[in-house]
């Protein structure tokens, strides 16, 4: 799932966040607000899960809404 698509599903998503990662507060969905890196980082610091656990939940979500994921673009290092 690219940024664009997260964006645009955040509204369905943030619901499904709240029920996989509890600790997740309602500060902590509104500072992801749609963002994707931040909504990884924010999973990353609660919980210590791998980055690539948090991607592959993420897209596992996004296909069961009937739709498949596009190829991650690289995104350039920070």
């Given amino acids: 799932m ?3 698509q997260f964006k645009g599903k955040w509204v369905q998503f943030k619901g499904e966040v ?7 507060t309602d500060d902590d969905l509104k500072q992801v ?3 994707y890196d931040k909504f990884v ?6 919980y210590g899960d791998k980055k ?6 993420a897209d596992d979500w996004y296909n069961r809404q009937g739709q ?6 690289a995104q350039p290092p920070r």
Avoid: H, T
């Fill in 18 to 24: 709240k029920k996989q990662w509890g600790k997740l």
């Fill in 33 to 35: 607000e749609g963002d």
């Fill in 52 to 57: 690539e656990e948090v991607m592959r939940w």
């Fill in 41 to 46: 980082g924010r999973i990353q610091e609660r």
């Fill in 2 to 4: 690219n940024s664009d």
């Fill in 68 to 73: 498949q994921p596009p190829r991650r673009e």
